[in-house]
């Protein structure tokens, strides 16, 4: 998730911040969209803010709607937008030319009267959809991520060579060089590739398949954006596995929800296999065998010892990052061992990548506001809202598996 203090908040106290997250009293809800260069992401200042009438933006962390890796494959771009404006396009203005930066402020009681801002994101357009019915007109775009435009396939061979810090392989040698990218958001590390990683040309690979191979390699986390547009990654070791958020009655208000059925081919036994490991693996050396040791539906002990199994090619340097990883990517493939929720509820503008909650329900049997849930999905509205009756947003949450054994 997003600090609370983060940019554009360092001017406003943690209780400002949490007053308008609590939105408390009679809470009004804005939402616009910031009008940046498309090459150094810095504001146009000869455009101002638009506001917004509607839209959303959404995180996702599959390309498919189900919960299994059988029918959906992990997104690598994990942001998308759709912005709806009352009224003409302004005149002179070209979408396609500049990117977006989509908003949300809130103003409750207990916020000394300062509207609250939270960056959702930077994204590039496509073809705007315009309307005019003879009384109204309005225009719409559909948004993706700025990390999409890394996204193209390469057109000469790629090596990340041997002895490369892998940081400075993706930010010198693919985002600067090849896109003139200006704004980073990585650690330092001393990590660095431990034999030649070569990619071919093929009309599939992309800038961005060659980035997230090398990072994952060493055990970091594939290349996104942030809220406010600067390319991020982070050892995978650092991915959250207690709640940072709890969604519960009575504070942010979990208002409704529904428990999604568990599907019979969730995988319950995963092998994870080091792609450059040696010829002969066994577990320990080029395999990491993870099982899903909750007691939700799709354990082994719910199947009555029946193992659903499915094996998982891993780019790892070495065993320490093939563990790493695979520890990361066994919550994805076994999606929450059966346990998953669709959640409706406050916005909550801080959600990010990869956050982790508590979701305290109850009626399902939750009531244990430590036990972590991954958000696998979130969608927030954009657009005037005037109290909390018309402001929700939607989150779909997998229960964190024990596969510590």
């Known amino acids: 998730m997003q600090d609370l203090l983060a940019p554009p908040r360092t001017n406003l106290t943690q209780e400002q911040v949490e007053a308008a997250l609590s939105f408390r009293g009679s809470a009004q809800v804005r939402s616009g969209v910031t009008i940046l260069d498309y090459e150094t992401l810095d504001p146009l200042s000869e455009q101002p803010d638009l506001w917004l009438q509607g839209g959303e933006v959404d995180w996702a962390e599959r390309t498919g709607s189900g919960p299994t890796s059988r029918q959906d494959r992990a997104a690598t771009v994990f942001r998308t937008a759709t912005l709806d404006f009352a009224g003409p396009m302004p005149e002179g203005f070209s979408p396609l030319n500049v990117a977006f930066q989509p908003y949300m402020e809130i103003r409750a009681s207990g916020t000394g009267g300062e509207w609250v801002r939270f960056n959702l994101g930077v994204f590039t357009a496509t073809m705007p959809t315009i309307s005019d019915d003879g009384m109204h007109q309005s225009w719409s775009l559909d948004l993706a991520d700025y990390a999409q435009r890394w996204a193209t396939p390469i057109e000469e061979p790629i090596v990340a060579p041997f002895n490369r810090n892998i940081i400075l392989f993706v930010r010198e040698d693919i985002l600067v060089d090849k896109f003139e990218e200006t704004k980073f958001d990585f650690p330092s590390t001393s990590k660095v590739v431990e ?18 191979a090398v990072l994952e390699s060493r055990a970091f986390e594939p290349i996104t954006t942030t809220a406010d547009g600067f390319a991020w990654s982070r050892p995978v070791s650092e ?140 969608a927030i509205p954009l657009g005037p809202i005037e109290g909390d009756s018309q402001a929700r947003m939607s989150l779909t949450v997998e229960r964190l598996v024990d596969t510590s054994a």
């Open 239 to 378: 991915r959250p596995t207690s709640p940072e958020w709890v969604y519960e009655p009575g504070t942010t208000v979990l208002m409704d929800s529904e428990v999604d059925p568990v599907l019979p081919d969730v995988p319950n036994v995963l092998k994870f296999v080091a792609a450059r490991g040696p010829s002969l693996p066994e577990e320990g050396n080029g395999i990491r065998t993870k099982i899903n040791l909750n007691d939700g539906p799709a354990s082994v002990n719910a199947r009555n010892g029946r193992e659903v199994l499915e094996r998982i090619e891993v780019e790892a340097e070495d065993q320490a990052e093939l563990d790493e990883v695979a520890e990361i990517k066994a919550q994805f493939y076994f999606a929450g061992g059966g346990d998953r929720i669709r959640i409706n509820a406050l916005p909550n503008p801080l959600h990010d990548h990869h956050d982790v909650v508590g979701v305290v329900k109850p009626r399902f049997g939750f009531d244990d506001n430590t036990i972590a849930w991954r958000v696998t999905e979130w």
């Open 195 to 212: 034999e030649d990683m070569v990619f071919m040309p093929d009309g599939d690979t992309t800038y961005l398949d060659v980035m997230n």
